[in-house]
């Protein structure tokens, strides 16, 4: 079925209604592509705009035709090609276009094609007319000539220079980034006087003269003790390097300084004074008690969203030589994140964050190289566009943040193909010279291992270096010692690695994780069984030896120890994995009978301390299932909870605390309706793992459906999603308000939503209004902590690849995904369903605190579900109710939106929790977009290798998700005014309206459009 969003484009515009231009907007302004557009501006393109759908190496235009349409690209790629002949032949690719780009602005002036564009994978387009584009320039040219670059301002000319436009401001000279900035922005000046402020009335003995080199300075402060006042002060601070952070962004723009301007800000024992207090009393704020607290909790939201970008840049702006282990940390976790770096392996990100810079041009038309000059650098765009020039031809293409450009060049020692200039004022690069890019390049070949049998490939080893340093924060030393890290290979010679690697040595590596990472992994390569099978064909079988030895220089002792250390080593694995898989190894028939042939023969071999391990492992295990073994019936009444209450009388909130870390496994059973055409229902009590086609069978059998009927799930929009037979765990992946019909496949069409599906009529005010917000905030993250902690991490394997795959549920997963968008529908029903504005402007006080708290405890999934609902068009375009929200809401809710800010891949948010301690709840989506965004872009084998590159970019998320819950949340509960179980109860059953063009009435019967 058409989504909503695509068949209100297919409408004529003039056909479009006000809620049609409402539904593409809704969708439309959370892409990247368009976050840059003025709300204006993106309106008209809802009105005007058309969607295409496109295969591969299909012809959008060819060079010197006269343009028709002007295009955004919203997913796919196309290939811009330029001919110097005008002959298709001896046409040359000079970049390529990805989603979020733009192009074909010369209908504006009615110019030739400078390129042919043809897209060169599946595509997704939103297209607009010439006269309609020309009308939306006409009518909205002061938000768009920033980002609509016109032709006629800048013209090729044969040395590589540009004719400019007057209108066009001179090119200024490239400027290397500086650690201070003279003019400081008025927010940043602001939050260093609110420190001060702050500093000067909690503790004024941080700031007093001291004496440094023999000379006096007044009214400095310790960088140390400064950091430490932060953490006690606030718990928006949550690590000594968020702190740090804190402080960094306003030395970095001048508010503050090293007593003698040496030092970028450290947390050591250095003098640091507020430069604001070298002027008049014009940096007094004349504020106290309550005041003052709002105002320091503002700020500190503020410098968290601009923070690590201070930190990457202080760390970029080292010299290489001098960068400590946390600096490349901190350059290398950003890496991660840009898309042109994304098909490099592991291996290469790290060589390149110890020897990329970082260039900013200040002005908008500087020429970072003409066409024709000799390639000496690769440069990425980390903020800001640049426009690609040929001679001749003018603008070809614009390239914006995460985009590279310049490596051609290099790769093929060759002059420039075309001119680079900069569009827009204040643009930062990352450079890496020629040398460094050859050299990191030729090394990844000089240090990689194959191993061979029979003449092919079986496992590929690259040699890496660990750096031996004497602290975090000091510069890194000399390298003392080398590994060789997995690349690719088959899983039996990758197990036999496992087993080999520690087989000298004494003492287990730390700094080893493959183990993990083949664990967490290996479902997506080898079955469970397989997998149990060679591990015990390594314990029962002949002896791993060393290949480089001769078998005759060893002893039979020697043989006999070896054999031991591999035993011992197939017992190690076996509790990791245990551990890691929890209730999933048990319940897999394979791995039990694993588990008992091993722990029959570590008694036979007397290997007591590892059987006393796996003893111990399975008896806790046992222990924590046994806590937890009531009450497996689930209510079919909101399936978005990951433990089971009967209905009743009984008290859940401690039903719910008793059965607290019970995950659901395909063998539980649940209670839920299967509705008919007639909206009739059954009940059925069927298994998490039971079949679509098994719940079918079981409906048949006590309602007359006729033939070859289809289980599907009907939405409150009524969009119908059939299920395949061998779908599992339907009921978890039904949406909120979803519902389960059965019928024949030829009446599928007919089916329709119940009249519970549309939600309640009535919001909740009363309850929102009577519970404070941090209680509502508590109670969300204790539940959200107990859906997150149930989740298998092998489910985001399952759910990733694909669940019929395996042959397994991910029913905890789908819950924790849900409750996202129960939480996000719960925010938008409550306002849409508050008729009086007095109530909506309270709603949105209430839901604003609510995040704060949310994110105070460290709870993002809530936070994210809070804030986008807030961004909703049916709550945003509520123009009266926000116009009386008081302007220190309105504020804080623009800080939450900068941590939502999507650029750089969410790199705000990324980096805000990358420091942060468990226990964490992480935006959930954003992880799995990740996983799916690595599988999609990467092969899963190379020449009958498994490409564990591959695997180990995704590991690294699973081992973020294994780091956030692996702390309890102990939080105190908030003192109450209302009966404790009803807001858990409340907080545990969200009812809720998922219907967004339900939800789009409402807000326009609340504040209709203005004609």
Same mark, same amino acid.
């Given at each position: 079925?058409?989504?909503?969003?695509?068949?209100?484009?297919?409408?004529?515009?003039?056909?479009?209604?006000?809620?049609?231009?409402?539904?593409?907007?809704?969708?439309?302004?959370?892409?990247?592509?368009?976050?840059? $557009?003025?709300?204006?501006?993106?309106?008209?393109?809802?009105?005007?705009?058309?969607?295409?759908?496109?295969?591969?190496?299909?012809?959008?235009?060819? &060079?010197? *035709?006269?343009?028709?349409?002007?295009?955004?690209?919203?997913?796919?790629?196309?290939?811009?090609?330029?001919?110097?002949?005008?002959?298709?032949?001896?046409? %040359?690719?000079?970049?390529?276009?990805?989603?979020?780009?733009?192009?074909?602005?010369?209908?504006?002036?009615?110019?030739?094609?400078?390129?042919?564009?043809?897209?060169?994978?599946?595509?997704?387009?939103?297209?607009?007319?010439?006269?309609?584009?020309?009308?939306?320039?006409?009518?909205?040219?002061?938000?768009?000539?920033?980002?609509? =670059?016109?032709?006629?301002?800048?013209?090729?000319?044969?040395?590589?220079?540009?004719?400019?436009?007057?209108?066009?401001?001179?090119?200024?000279?490239?400027?290397?980034?500086?650690?201070?900035?003279?003019?400081?922005?008025?927010?940043? %000046?602001?939050?260093?006087?609110?420190?001060?402020?702050?500093?000067?009335?909690?503790?004024?003995?941080?700031?007093?003269?001291?004496?440094?080199?023999?000379?006096?300075?007044?009214?400095?402060?310790?960088?140390?003790?400064?950091?430490?006042?932060?953490?006690?002060?606030?718990?928006?601070?949550?690590?000594?390097?968020?702190? $740090?952070?804190?402080?960094?962004?306003?030395?970095?723009?001048?508010?503050?300084?090293?007593?003698?301007?040496?030092?970028?800000?450290?947390?050591?024992?250095?003098?640091?004074?507020?430069?604001?207090?070298?002027?008049?009393?014009?940096?007094?704020?004349?504020?106290?008690?309550?005041?003052?607290?709002?105002?320091?909790?503002?700020?500190?939201?503020?410098?968290?969203?601009?923070?690590?970008?201070?930190?990457?840049?202080?760390?970029?702006?080292?010299?290489?030589?001098?960068?400590?282990?946390?600096?490349?940390?901190?350059?290398?976790?950003?890496?991660?994140?840009?898309?042109? $770096?994304?098909?490099?392996?592991?291996?290469?990100?790290?060589?390149?964050?110890?020897?990329?810079?970082?260039?900013?041009?200040?002005?908008?038309?500087?020429?970072?190289?003409?066409?024709?000059?000799? /390639?000496?650098?690769?440069?990425?765009?980390?903020?800001?566009?640049?426009?690609?020039?040929?001679?001749?031809?003018?603008?070809?293409?614009?390239?914006?943040?995460?985009?590279?450009?310049?490596?051609?060049?290099?790769?093929? *020692?060759?002059?420039?193909?075309?001119?680079?200039?900069?569009?827009?004022?204040?643009?930062?690069?990352?450079?890496?010279?020629?040398?460094?890019?050859?050299?990191?390049?030729?090394?990844?070949?000089?240090?990689?291992?194959?191993?061979?049998?029979?003449?092919?490939?079986?496992?590929?080893?690259?040699?890496?270096?660990?750096?031996?340093?004497?602290?975090?924060?000091?510069?890194?030393? !000399?390298?003392?010692?080398?590994?060789?890290?997995?690349?690719?290979?088959?899983?039996? !010679?990758?197990?036999?690695?496992?087993?080999?690697?520690?087989?000298?040595?004494?003492?287990?590596?730390?700094?080893?994780?493959?183990?993990?990472?083949?664990?967490?992994?290996?479902?997506? =390569?080898?079955?469970?069984?397989?997998?149990?099978?060679?591990?015990?064909?390594?314990?029962?079988?002949?002896?791993?030896?060393?290949?480089?030895?001769?078998?005759?220089?060893?002893?039979?002792?020697?043989?006999?120890?070896?054999?031991?250390?591999?035993? !011992?080593?197939?017992?190690?694995?076996?509790?990791?994995?245990?551990?890691?898989?929890?209730?999933?190894?048990?319940?897999?028939?394979?791995?039990?009978?694993?588990?008992?042939?091993?722990?029959?023969?570590?008694?036979?071999?007397?290997?007591?301390?590892?059987?006393?391990?796996?003893?111990?492992?399975?008896?806790? !295990?046992?222990?924590?299932?046994?806590?937890?073994?009531?009450?497996?019936?689930?209510?079919?009444?909101?399936?978005?909870?990951?433990?089971?209450?009967?209905?009743?009388?009984?008290?859940?909130?401690?039903?719910?605390?008793?059965?607290?870390?019970?995950?659901?496994?395909?063998?539980?059973?649940?209670?839920?309706?299967? =509705?008919?055409?007639?909206?009739?229902?059954?009940?059925?009590?069927?298994?998490?793992?039971?079949?679509?086609?098994?719940?079918?069978?079981?409906?048949?059998?006590?309602?007359?459906?006729?033939?070859?009927?289809?289980?599907?799930?009907?939405?409150?929009?009524?969009?119908?999603?059939?299920?395949?037979?061998?779908?599992?765990?339907?009921?978890?992946?039904?949406?909120?308000?979803?519902?389960?019909?059965?019928?024949?496949?030829?009446?599928?069409?007919?089916?329709?939503?119940?009249?519970?599906?549309?939600?309640?009529?009535?919001?909740?005010?009363?309850? $929102?209004?009577?519970?404070?917000?941090?209680?509502?905030?508590?109670?969300?993250?204790?539940?959200?902590?107990?859906?997150?902690?149930?989740?298998?991490?092998?489910?985001?394997?399952?759910?990733?690849?694909?669940?019929?795959?395996?042959?397994?549920?991910?029913?905890?997963?789908?819950?924790?995904?849900?409750? =996202?968008?129960?939480?996000?529908?719960?925010?938008?029903?409550?306002?849409?369903?508050?008729?009086?504005?007095?109530?909506?402007?309270?709603?949105?006080?209430?839901?604003?605190?609510?995040?704060?708290?949310?994110?105070?405890?460290?709870?993002?999934?809530?936070?994210?579900?809070?804030?986008?609902?807030?961004?909703?068009?049916?709550?945003?375009?509520?123009? &009266?109710?926000?116009?009386?929200?008081?302007?220190?809401?309105?504020?804080?809710?623009?800080?939450?939106?900068?941590?939502?800010?999507?650029?750089?891949?969410?790199?705000?948010?990324?980096?805000?929790?990358?420091?942060?301690?468990?226990?964490?709840?992480?935006?959930?989506?954003?992880?799995?977009?990740?996983?799916?965004?690595?599988?999609?872009?990467?092969?899963?084998?190379?020449?009958?290798?498994?490409?564990?590159?591959?695997?180990?970019?995704?590991?690294?998320?699973?081992?973020?998700?294994?780091?956030?819950?692996?702390?309890?949340?102990? /939080?105190?509960?908030?003192?109450?005014?209302?009966?404790?179980?009803?807001?858990?109860?409340?907080?545990?059953?969200?009812?809720?309206?998922?219907?967004?063009?339900?939800?789009?009435?409402?807000?326009?019967?609340?504040?209709?459009?203005?004609?």
């Amino acid at each position: 079925m058409v989504a909503d969003w695509i068949a209100c484009l297919e409408q004529r515009p003039a056909d479009r209604t006000g809620e049609d231009i409402d539904i593409v907007y809704a969708r439309l302004k959370d892409m990247k592509i368009f976050e840059r $557009l003025h709300p204006t501006v993106l309106q008209q393109i809802c009105y005007y705009g058309y969607y295409q759908d496109l295969e591969e190496g299909i012809v959008l235009f060819r &060079q010197g *035709d006269v343009g028709t349409n002007w295009y955004a690209i919203l997913s796919g790629t196309v290939d811009v090609n330029v001919s110097q002949t005008g002959k298709i032949e001896d046409s %040359v690719t000079i970049c390529t276009l990805g989603p979020g780009k733009v192009f074909g602005e010369s209908v504006l002036d009615d110019s030739p094609r400078n390129a042919t564009v043809i897209t060169s994978a599946h595509c997704e387009l939103l297209m607009v007319a010439k006269k309609d584009f020309k009308t939306i320039w006409e009518r909205s040219k002061q938000y768009l000539e920033g980002i609509i =670059f016109l032709r006629t301002q800048t013209t090729a000319t044969p040395n590589g220079t540009q004719e400019q436009d007057p209108s066009v401001p001179e090119r200024s000279e490239k400027n290397e980034a500086k650690t201070t900035n003279k003019n400081s922005s008025h927010s940043l %000046v602001h939050a260093c006087l609110v420190f001060r402020r702050v500093m000067e009335t909690t503790a004024p003995k941080l700031l007093r003269d001291r004496k440094y080199n023999m000379k006096e300075y007044p009214k400095c402060f310790v960088g140390s003790e400064a950091i430490d006042w932060l953490l006690k002060k606030s718990r928006l601070v949550h690590s000594r390097f968020h702190a $740090l952070s804190l402080w960094q962004a306003l030395l970095e723009e001048g508010t503050l300084a090293h007593v003698t301007h040496e030092y970028d800000f450290r947390d050591k024992t250095l003098y640091y004074k507020f430069l604001v207090d070298e002027g008049d009393e014009e940096g007094y704020i004349p504020l106290e008690g309550e005041e003052l607290e709002d105002e320091f909790e503002d700020v500190l939201i503020m410098l968290s969203n601009v923070g690590p970008d201070a930190m990457f840049r202080m760390a970029l702006r080292k010299d290489p030589d001098k960068r400590t282990q946390e600096d490349l940390d901190v350059i290398y976790e950003e890496l991660l994140h840009i898309k042109a $770096l994304s098909n490099l392996s592991t291996m290469v990100k790290k060589d390149l964050a110890a020897v990329f810079v970082l260039e900013t041009c200040k002005k908008k038309g500087t020429m970072l190289f003409n066409q024709g000059d000799e /390639g000496n650098s690769w440069y990425i765009i980390l903020k800001g566009s640049v426009n690609v020039l040929v001679y001749g031809k003018g603008v070809v293409c614009q390239l914006r943040d995460g985009d590279d450009f310049g490596k051609l060049a290099l790769v093929n *020692d060759a002059p420039r193909t075309a001119s680079i200039e900069t569009c827009e004022d204040n643009c930062q690069f990352l450079k890496v010279d020629k040398d460094n890019f050859n050299r990191i390049l030729r090394d990844v070949e000089v240090n990689t291992v194959r191993m061979k049998e029979r003449g092919r490939d079986v496992l590929v080893l690259k040699q890496v270096k660990i750096r031996n340093h004497f602290s975090d924060r000091s510069p890194v030393a !000399k390298t003392t010692q080398q590994k060789y890290s997995v690349m690719a290979g088959t899983p039996e !010679k990758m197990i036999e690695h496992i087993l080999e690697m520690r087989i000298d040595n004494k003492e287990e590596n730390k700094t080893d994780s493959f183990l993990l990472e083949f664990l967490m992994s290996y479902p997506v =390569f080898m079955t469970s069984e397989a997998l149990c099978m060679e591990l015990l064909t390594k314990y029962h079988g002949s002896v791993i030896l060393d290949e480089r030895k001769d078998s005759h220089d060893e002893s039979k002792s020697q043989t006999s120890d070896r054999s031991i250390v591999v035993k !011992k080593r197939v017992a190690q694995i076996v509790i990791q994995w245990h551990k890691l898989a929890k209730n999933l190894l048990v319940e897999d028939h394979s791995c039990f009978l694993l588990i008992n042939d091993l722990m029959s023969a570590l008694e036979a071999d007397k290997l007591f301390d590892e059987l006393n391990a796996l003893k111990k492992d399975m008896n806790k !295990k046992k222990e924590q299932d046994t806590e937890v073994a009531d009450s497996q019936i689930i209510s079919c009444r909101s399936l978005s909870f990951s433990v089971g209450f009967r209905v009743g009388n009984t008290n859940i909130f401690e039903r719910t605390k008793r059965t607290a870390g019970k995950p659901i496994s395909r063998d539980d059973y649940v209670i839920f309706k299967v =509705f008919c055409a007639d909206h009739t229902y059954t009940t059925v009590r069927l298994k998490y793992g039971d079949t679509a086609q098994k719940i079918v069978e079981t409906a048949e059998e006590r309602v007359l459906l006729g033939d070859d009927c289809v289980l599907c799930e009907v939405k409150s929009n009524s969009e119908i999603i059939p299920y395949k037979p061998d779908d599992m765990c339907v009921v978890t992946r039904l949406s909120v308000n979803g519902r389960l019909f059965v019928a024949p496949r030829e009446h599928l069409d007919s089916l329709t939503p119940l009249s519970e599906q549309e939600g309640p009529e009535q919001g909740s005010f009363n309850i $929102l209004e009577m519970t404070s917000s941090r209680e509502i905030a508590y109670h969300l993250t204790v539940y959200d902590y107990e859906l997150f902690t149930s989740i298998n991490i092998y489910e985001l394997v399952y759910y990733t690849f694909g669940r019929e795959r395996f042959d397994k549920i991910t029913a905890n997963l789908d819950l924790f995904l849900k409750r =996202f968008n129960e939480v996000h529908y719960w925010v938008i029903t409550e306002i849409c369903l508050a008729s009086q504005i007095s109530k909506r402007v309270h709603l949105l006080k209430k839901f604003i605190k609510i995040a704060t708290h949310c994110k105070e405890y460290r709870n993002w999934n809530s936070f994210f579900a809070i804030i986008m609902g807030l961004n909703n068009v049916a709550v945003s375009r509520l123009s &009266q109710t926000w116009e009386k929200l008081p302007s220190k809401f309105k504020k804080m809710f623009e800080e939450f939106e900068a941590s939502l800010d999507p650029s750089r891949n969410h790199r705000v948010y990324r980096l805000a929790i990358g420091k942060m301690k468990p226990p964490i709840i992480p935006f959930m989506a954003l992880l799995m977009k990740d996983i799916t965004f690595i599988n999609e872009g990467n092969k899963t084998y190379f020449d009958d290798l498994v490409n564990f590159e591959k695997l180990r970019m995704i590991t690294s998320t699973l081992h973020l998700i294994e780091y956030c819950r692996s702390k309890p949340f102990v /939080g105190e509960a908030p003192p109450s005014i209302k009966n404790v179980n009803e807001i858990v109860t409340y907080v545990r059953t969200l009812r809720v309206n998922d219907n967004q063009r339900n939800l789009t009435q409402l807000s326009h019967r609340l504040e209709p459009r203005k004609s």
